[in-house]
């Protein structure tokens, strides 16, 4: 009898209830080799187990819920402001948007290059902007054309207010690698 | 026969002295010379005898203790500063002008600025003194491991601290620094492979849940970046530094000591 | 005056300047006999000795002196974040002196058959720590505490305007041991330059042990046992680390152009400088097709010269050019090794591509932010 019940105990799961096991080791067998391990599998699961969760808590800590960011939305004035043909500074310390107008209409440039987020600057005479960190230069439609930058400038929403004045939304970009700079809002018609 | 003694004999042989400095007396002996090191928290870092060239400076250049002595000149200095310096957007740019201007003695700034930048350069020529003369051979191999992790360290640390003056150089460097961070693969939300951990629309490795973001705490470089910065600065990397200096220090005793030609 | 100092000027253009390192590094270092045996005709190994190190460091300071008198190199110069740099090139040829004209000291005892320098006969020739090193120590920690006072008092720390998140500085650089990476970082695209090689130079500077099963030369300077894995670390340290910090300190002006040192840093100097994919060299310039929309097809040619050079050459170099190495490492450090060094020789192929074909990338595939 004694020969059944301890084989009986030695093939169970690392899931069955504990008691067994623990009834097991009072009857005087001892602890047998095979028990023994799953005891120690199960108490290394739950060892790793919680130790992940530990690290796991620990990185989401990083991730904070609420961020406290500078407003991504702005008004750019009325678009007869902006002279076709030429790239609008006034936005770009403030927002880091520069505001072009071509003979179509206006869109609104991201400041940031896409290499490695420097501040490129426009080259009025050139007609390109030139990032100062690794030498990317970009045409006045923000397409990449020298240096290391992987993609064109990033363009951002622009659309009028009721009031006619335009509206910049920074939290909604339009990528042209992507096919986006033709959505609808990714330019304003003049 | 009464010998006579001056004033500093009887100091060194009076109860307080030897209390601290057991054996009391300057070393005349070698074995009370040996004494001396065995006894001292801070010198049983070295052995009681060296062979005879690990004490030549043509042979060692000094570096590695000169990294080491640098390192506690940048601990000082760095707690001194943080008397003063605010990691805020506000208040950090001004707060080292006047660490210079308004604080007696104020070049505790340039001893941390100058050290740090001579420390990088001293770990790299302990490198160089290191790799030349083979000592990374069998049985130091782990031990030129912990070095580099501990050379990855010290530029780590210059590199947060480049942040905390809140000057151009400080915010174009981590602007560039935290980019690159950006494209790390899979893990960083411009980086290759990033777009594959998605499931339909929703991608889990975004400007708001990347490395970067974790690096910099925002999707902007400003207020949380600062302070993580200097939290790392100040507090995350010397603690780690620290671990790995005491397991690198340790392990050249248990690997034999400074190397010697078979 | 200005004609040498036009000459200057030119010689320190990328292509001439690296190229001619490249060319002569390995005869000054030779990695192995045959290089050795060109070393010693060309008189390199006078290098080392003591005449050598007087008129180097006499020529460097020659140079700093003479190029102090120019107000444009003074400028780079002088600005204080560069102060340890020019330090540094100093010290490491100094170092670097030092520790090659022990090792070909050690060399020819070795060749006569004497023990080395730093012989050391186990219980006779030990000394005490206290007094013998610790006096070492002491002065060491005087004269240091000292120097960084001195430098304190003469030298404020930078700082510059304060931060302006709307202007980056022209010429925007990294701190100066980064300067290496930021030069990669102008042939490979983030994830490369900024990721993936600086682990492989770290993980590579940790292999090192592992790889060098060489049990020559362990606790002493030598060279001539140890060619190879000295040469290489060398190429790695004083080319790929030290020359790109110069080269980024001295060299690289406004908008990331390359400058002479004595060239005055105009912010409007206009360099050609259009990129093209390799993809666009191909369907483009020599089919005259236009770029393939399927974006597999479009880079399948940059994929497969990717894919044979990373997973061809290794194998094709070990039943070859480097037969011997691979019966001597073994499978498993011969793979690793292979793949170290082929990736850090990605860089001087990207370098070259980029100076002489305007070469951006070989696989371009920005829809996923994957641009080798």
């Given at each position: 009898m004694p020969e059944a019940t301890e084989k009986k105990t030695a093939t169970i799961a690392p899931s069955s209830p504990p008691p067994a096991a623990?009834?097991?080791?009072?009857?005087?067998?001892?602890?047998?080799?095979?028990?023994?391990?799953?005891?120690?599998?199960?108490?290394?699961?739950?060892?790793?187990?919680?130790?992940?969760?530990?690290?796991?808590?620990?990185?989401?800590?990083?991730?904070?819920n609420v961020l406290f960011e500078p407003i991504q939305t702005f008004r750019a004035g009325s678009p007869d402001e902006y002279q076709a043909g030429e790239v609008d500074l006034r936005w770009k310390g403030k927002f880091g948007v520069w505001i072009v107008r071509d003979d179509e209409?206006?869109?609104?440039?991201?400041?940031?290059?896409?290499?490695?987020?420097?501040?490129?600057?426009?080259?009025?005479?050139?007609?390109?902007?030139?990032?100062?960190?690794?030498?990317?230069?970009?045409?006045?439609?923000?397409?990449?054309?020298?240096?290391?930058?992987?993609?064109?400038?990033e363009r951002y929403r622009i659309v009028l207010a009721d009031d006619g004045q335009i509206i910049v939304d920074k939290t909604k970009k339009y990528q042209q690698e992507k096919g986006q700079w033709g959505d609808p809002e990714a330019f304003l018609k003049v | 026969m009464a010998e006579k003694k001056n004033l500093l004999q009887r100091l060194a042989e009076g109860q307080i002295w030897t209390s601290i400095f057991r054996g009391g007396g300057v070393p005349k002996s070698r074995r009370q010379r040996m004494m001396v090191v065995l006894n001292s928290v801070f010198l049983h870092l070295h052995p009681v005898r060296l062979p005879k060239h690990a004490v030549k400076l043509k042979f060692t250049w000094c570096m590695g203790g000169l990294s080491f002595f640098i390192f506690l000149i940048l601990t000082i200095s760095g707690i001194l500063l943080m008397f003063y310096y605010r990691p805020t957007i506000e208040y950090a740019y001004t707060d080292i002008i006047d660490l210079a201007e308004q604080v007696p003695f104020g070049i505790m700034r340039e001893i941390h600025r100058w050290g740090a930048h001579a420390m990088v350069i001293t770990v790299w020529l302990h490198m160089?003194?290191?790799?030349?003369?083979?000592?990374?051979?069998?049985?130091?191999?782990?031990?030129?491991?912990?070095?580099?992790?501990?050379?990855?360290?010290?530029?780590?640390?210059?590199?947060?601290?480049?942040?905390?003056?809140?000057?151009?150089?400080?915010?174009?460097?981590?602007?560039?620094?935290?980019?690159?961070?950006?494209?790390?693969?899979?893990?960083?939300?411009?980086?290759?492979?990033?777009?594959?951990?998605?499931?339909?629309?929703?991608?889990?490795?975004?400007?708001?849940?990347?490395?970067?973001?974790?690096?910099?705490?925002?999707?902007?470089?400003?207020?949380?970046?600062?302070?993580?910065?200097?939290?790392?600065?100040?507090?995350?990397?010397?603690?780690?530094?620290?671990?790995?200096?005491?397991?690198?220090?340790?392990?050249?005793?248990?690997?034999?000591?400074?190397?010697?030609?078979? | 005056m200005e004609g040498f100092k036009h000459l200057i000027d030119v010689l320190a253009k990328p292509t001439i300047l690296v190229t001619f390192t490249f060319v002569i590094f390995f005869f000054i270092f030779p990695p192995s006999d045959w290089f050795d045996k060109w070393h010693r005709r060309l008189k390199f190994d006078a290098l080392w000795g003591k005449k050598s190190l007087i008129i180097i460091t006499g020529l460097l300071i020659a140079f700093f002196v003479f190029g102090l008198g120019d107000p444009d190199f003074r400028s780079i110069v002088l600005k204080p974040d560069n102060?340890?740099?020019?330090?540094?090139?100093?010290?490491?040829?100094?170092?670097?002196?030092?520790?090659?004209?022990?090792?070909?000291?050690?060399?020819?005892?070795?060749?006569?058959?004497?023990?080395?320098?730093?012989?050391?006969?186990?219980?006779?020739?030990?000394?005490?720590?206290?007094?013998?090193?610790?006096?070492?120590?002491?002065?060491?920690?005087?004269?240091?505490?000292a120097f960084f006072l001195l430098w304190s008092i003469g030298l404020a720390a930078p700082l510059e305007e304060p931060a302006n998140p709307s202007e980056s500085p022209n010429p925007a650089k990294a701190p100066w041991y980064f300067l290496g990476l930021q030069e990669m970082l102008v042939y490979f695209d983030p994830w490369m330059a900024g990721v993936v090689l600086p682990s492989l130079i770290i993980l590579g500077l940790m292999a090192i042990p592992y790889l060098d099963n060489n049990p020559e030369g362990a606790g002493y300077y030598s060279y001539k046992n140890r060619k190879l894995s000295i040469a290489i670390f060398m190429f790695g340290w004083l080319v790929l680390w030290v020359l790109l910090i110069v080269i980024g300190t001295f060299l690289r002006g406004p908008n990331w152009n390359f400058f002479g040192p004595f060239e005055y840093w105009d912010s409007h100097k206009v360099e050609a400088l259009t990129n093209v994919n390799l993809s666009e060299f191909i369907y483009v310039k020599w089919m005259g097709t236009g770029l393939?929309?399927?974006?597999?097809?479009?880079?399948?040619?940059?994929?497969?010269?990717?894919?044979?050079?990373?997973?061809?050459?290794?194998?094709?170099?070990?039943?070859?050019?480097?037969?011997?190495m691979y019966a001597k490492l073994g499978v498993a450090r011969y793979s690793i090794f292979i793949v170290l060094i082929i990736s850090a020789l990605t860089l001087p192929i990207k370098m070259y591509l980029r100076w002489m074909f305007n070469l951006k990338y070989i696989i371009s595939i920005p829809e996923y932010f994957f641009n080798f």
């Open positions: 623990l009834g097991k080791a009072d009857d005087g067998s001892g602890v047998t080799r095979r028990s023994f391990f799953s005891w120690i599998s199960i108490g290394w699961l739950a060892f790793v187990t919680a130790t992940g969760g530990f690290f796991t808590m620990m990185l989401r800590f990083f991730f904070p209409g206006i869109y609104a440039l991201s400041t940031v290059c896409t290499h490695l987020g420097c501040t490129p600057n426009w080259l009025a005479a050139e007609q390109k902007f030139k990032c100062p960190c690794h030498g990317s230069g970009f045409r006045k439609t923000g397409i990449n054309f020298e240096g290391p930058a992987p993609r064109p400038l | 160089f003194r290191v790799f030349m003369t083979g000592s990374y051979k069998p049985p130091r191999e782990f031990n030129w491991a912990i070095g580099v992790v501990l050379l990855l360290l010290t530029l780590l640390l210059s590199f947060t601290g480049y942040l905390l003056p809140w000057d151009q150089l400080a915010i174009w460097a981590i602007a560039v620094g935290s980019n690159m961070a950006r494209a790390t693969p899979f893990l960083g939300h411009e980086g290759p492979g990033a777009a594959l951990l998605a499931i339909g629309d929703i991608n889990f490795v975004t400007v708001a849940s990347d490395v970067r973001f974790a690096l910099i705490g925002g999707r902007f470089l400003g207020e949380a970046t600062l302070l993580r910065f200097y939290v790392l600065h100040c507090i995350g990397l010397p603690f780690v530094i620290m671990i790995f200096m005491a397991v690198h220090f340790w392990r050249i005793r248990k690997d034999g000591g400074i190397s010697t030609p078979v | 102060v340890p740099i020019s330090g540094l090139i100093f010290l490491v040829f100094f170092f670097t002196w030092l520790s090659m004209s022990q090792a070909y000291k050690n060399d020819e005892l070795q060749e006569a058959g004497k023990p080395v320098d730093e012989h050391y006969d186990a219980p006779n020739d030990k000394v005490l720590v206290w007094p013998d090193l610790v006096y070492v120590e002491l002065i060491s920690l005087v004269l240091c505490s393939p929309g399927n974006i597999l097809l479009r880079e399948i040619w940059g994929i497969i010269i990717t894919l044979g050079y990373f997973m061809v050459l290794p194998p094709l170099l070990a039943k070859t050019w480097l037969k011997d």
